[in-house]
């Protein structure tokens, strides 16, 4: 929580980190806010939270609802983060491929990247059995619970999963998220043998996805893309083969894209293992 006074070296740097602070309390979560929340959650009086968001609402980074008085962020947030999406390769390679998967399925479809220790959404597209009201970008998730996780944790250093549960990151969220380290471990080996990852209730009861690795140049797993919807939808008893074949395949069409030599993506060398 930020103080009062501020930790900028000057006048200058102080209010843009005071309105950066204001900013940042904006979430999926929390996407409406009052003045007062805004001043209970960074710390800074009332009087330096109105006028800091009367100068944010000016330059439209937020704007207020006449009718409730609540702030959301405004049409220069929104701009600012379509060209942030759009500066990275990875959503540039994987948007139509991704659209092309949930067509194709019928189901989320969904790609994200490593952001710290934290799953990190860059796009979504909803198939006609997984509508959404809400888009996914933006939004964050943990490694250990999602099969976009996994996938990304399997292609990390071991010192990187034993910290992660060292820290004690690996939050339960159903019975079935995976919590013990010997037990992650299993899993990662099930994901680099076979080529894809599944979550069937470990983030959230009565939803499943199966998930496979995108690749860089270098052949280090830079993001993962997954299939996603109710377990009725995504039924991965019988669609599993399927699903997991789809997966891999638009995961190698991405990692091509990325400059992923194509001799060596692992489309057939996957597919045998499904």
């Known amino acids: 929580m930020a103080a009062e006074s501020g930790a900028g070296t000057g006048t200058g740097t102080q209010a843009v980190e005071r309105a950066l602070s204001l900013l940042t309390c904006f979430s999926a979560e929390e996407s409406e806010l009052r003045s007062s929340e805004l001043s ?41 983060g379509s060209v942030a999406l759009n500066s990275s390769a990875v959503f540039r390679a994987g948007r139509q491929t991704l659209q092309n998967l949930a067509q194709a399925t019928a189901l989320g479809a969904n790609l994200a990247e490593l952001n710290g220790s934290t799953l990190f959404y860059l796009c979504n597209f909803e198939g006609s059995t997984a509508p959404k009201s809400f888009t996914m970008a933006g939004r964050s998730a943990p490694l250990h619970a999602t099969g976009l996780g996994k996938v990304i944790l399997s292609g990390q250093s071991e010192e990187f999963v034993h910290e992660y549960f060292k820290r004690g990151l690996a939050h339960s969220y159903t019975p079935r998220t995976i919590t013990r380290l010997d037990e992650m471990i299993a899993a990662l ?86």
């Open 40 to 80: 209970l959650m960074t710390g800074l009086g009332q009087s330096t939270v109105s006028r800091m968001v009367s100068t944010l609402e000016r330059l439209g980074f937020v704007v207020q609802d006449d009718r409730t008085g609540l702030y959301r962020l405004g049409p220069t947030a929104v701009t600012l």
């Open 189 to 274: 080996d099930e994901v680099r043998n076979r080529g894809y990852a599944t979550e069937v209730e470990e983030l959230a009861f009565g939803r499943a996805c199966l998930a496979a690795p995108i690749r860089g140049h270098a052949g280090d797993v830079v993001a993962a893309l997954s299939v996603s919807g109710p377990l009725s939808a995504i039924d991965l008893r019988q669609r599993q083969q399927e699903l997991g074949l789809r997966a891999i395949e638009a995961a190698d069409e991405i990692s091509v894209a990325l400059g992923y030599t194509a001799s060596v993506v692992g489309g057939k060398r996957h597919i045998a293992r499904i």
